[in-house]
């Protein structure tokens, strides 16, 4: 298998992991959850999550019958162990602290309790991420290199080699639980080798020309090509352009609307080969908002307008005289997947004599220290820059992360902060179904209304198969639930076969 990039580490507690290191990991270990097909949580290694009333407390029921690579029975003694090394740092420490989880205990064999400082109703959604809903044998963490070399969790492969230039070889796990409780026809395949090629043009090759049976990445774009067969899913999150709004002009809703009015997320996203973003939140998850979706058009003489009205204003905030263009400088990281594409996102700005536009190209770790700001102050110093937005896996926790106070909240890189979205953030924390995606839905619409970021691009993770493969993208748990999305549906080893074996 073709891999675009792989694993910073085989600890999933420890590194968030892109879209394009995730099928290794989803190889060795399972998740707790996943999510179905319509974005919703489905049981995976758990049957169930169930909250007390005030959303602090939620019970987690484990499948029977599950057994670690290292033969020991998955039970919920193993979860709360996992806590411990979780709280240790990197991703899952994170996460708990920005849920509010305080405590994992075992209550019996099968039955684990998490509990909360704080409500929020979509916790579990949590426990499908790889931070916190990815099992592994705590025992085995005692030695960290040895368990770099050979992770022991509960999926369908194990590992029997890697190197540091992030190839892994794995063997087919021959006590895998799905396999005993499943309909579906175990994988044939012995043996799993990943190997990175960061270029998508010789994944392509590599996979007409033998080198790979399969190829995985968000960066693919594979045509109609006979002989192939593909699966794609939108990945979470969206790539986006953000704005300071205590830097003139951008701190005047005019301008930051024109802009937005004018961009050409259709064009770019094509090229990405992503598909075109209106929210943060993908088509077909759970937050995704049709009523933003439509509200949400370009129109690009619309958008000049507002421009042209700010320009000729007396008393426009930049300090220029009526009639001078305003300064957009687009700062972008040098590995932001926007970065190329920047000039069809900004045609329409670069075309106004009303706009003076520049792009600066930037390490990350610049860009990172421009838009979010010194450690403890959080003051960028930017106009419009390329960011990420909805990557949490959680959408509650995104938004609260995104909109929350700006001196104490360094993922509020825009500085707008409105109280109102504040209470309903609090306010659906405790809150679920339509309640819930009432909410979430009028904190999207304000924040698009406000125009402080502009969504560009969803990413799309994509398998691409020699025509003998089957199983891409049609997993479904033991009790019948179809699982979707990119990290769920698009590669889950135990169902990928080569056809009629």
């Known amino acids: 298998i073709g891999v675009g990039v792989g694993p910073a580490s085989m600890a999933p507690w420890q590194d968030d992991c892109s879209p394009g290191c995730d099928p290794v990991l989803d190889a060795v270990f399972d998740r ?12 995976w290694l758990a049957k169930s999550a169930t909250p007390n009333e005030e959303f602090t407390t939620w019970t987690v029921t484990l499948r029977p019958g599950v057994v670690m690579h290292d033969g020991t029975p998955l039970e919920s ?17 994170e996460l708990a602290r920005t849920a509010g989880l305080i405590s994992v205990r075992a209550v019996d064999e099968l039955t684990v309790v998490y509990e909360l400082a704080e409500p929020l109703s979509t916790f579990p959604s949590l ?32 590992v029997i080699a890697s190197d540091p230039d992030g190839d892994v070889a794995l063997v087919r796990f021959d006590q895998y639980w799905h396999d005993n409780e499943s309909s579906a026809p175990a994988s044939t395949y012995d043996e799993l080798r990943f190997e990175v090629e960061p270029s998508p043009s010789l994944r392509l090759a590599g996979l007409a020309g033998g080198r790979f049976d399969l190829i995985a990445g968000d960066d693919l774009r594979v045509d109609d090509q006979s002989g192939l067969t593909v699966h794609t899913a939108a990945a979470s999150g969206a790539s986006v352009l953000v704005f300071d709004t205590n830097q003139p002009p951008f701190d005047d809703l005019r301008v930051r609307s024109g802009l937005a009015l004018a961009a050409d997320r259709q064009t ?50 930049d300090g220029r005289q009526p009639g001078e263009p305003i300064a957009v400088e687009v700062l972008c990281a040098t590995d932001h997947p926007l ?63 995104f909109a929350g106070p700006p001196a104490t909240s360094p993922a509020n890189v825009t500085d707008f902060y409105d109280q109102v979205i504040a209470q309903q953030l609090l306010d659906a924390r405790s809150a679920s179904g339509a309640d819930l995606t009432a909410l979430l839905t009028s904190v999207a619409r304000s924040l698009s209304d406000n125009a402080v970021t502009i969504p560009v691009s969803h990413q799309v993770a994509t398998v691409a198969a020699e025509a003998a493969v089957t199983g891409l993208g ?5 009790e019948g639930a179809i699982l979707g999305g990119a990290d769920a549906g698009a590669l889950r080893w135990h169902s990928i076969a080569p056809r009629g074996v």
Do not use: K
């Open 268 to 317: 770019a996203s094509d090229a990405m080969g992503g598909t075109p973003a209106t929210q943060w939140f993908e088509p077909g998850s759970a937050s995704f908002s049709a009523e933003v979706a439509a509200a949400v058009q370009r129109d690009v003489d619309v958008g000049l307008e507002l421009i042209d009205q700010y320009v000729e204003d007396p008393g426009r905030s």
């Open 339 to 401: 970065g190329d594409h920047l000039s069809s996102v900004i045609a329409a700005w670069t075309d106004s004599p009303a706009i003076s536009v520049s792009v600066r190209r930037a390490e990350a770790a610049d860009v990172q220290e421009a838009v979010v700001g010194a450690p403890g102050a959080f003051e960028g110093t930017f106009g419009v820059a390329c960011w990420w937005a909805g990557t949490r896996d959680d959408a509650v926790l995104d938004l609260q992360a």
């Open 474 to 478: 049609t997993v479904s748990t033991p």
């Open 77 to 93: 003694s193993i979860i709360e162990q996992m806590w411990t090394v979780q709280q240790t740092g990197g991703a899952a420490a």
């Open 127 to 158: 426990l499908a991420t790889p931070a916190l809903g990815m099992v592994f044998e705590p025992a085995a963490t005692v030695d960290p290199q040895r368990f770099a070399n050979a992770p022991v969790g509960s999926g369908p492969y194990v």
């Open 32 to 43: 707790l959850f996943e999510m179905d097909i319509a974005g919703r949580l489905v049981g």
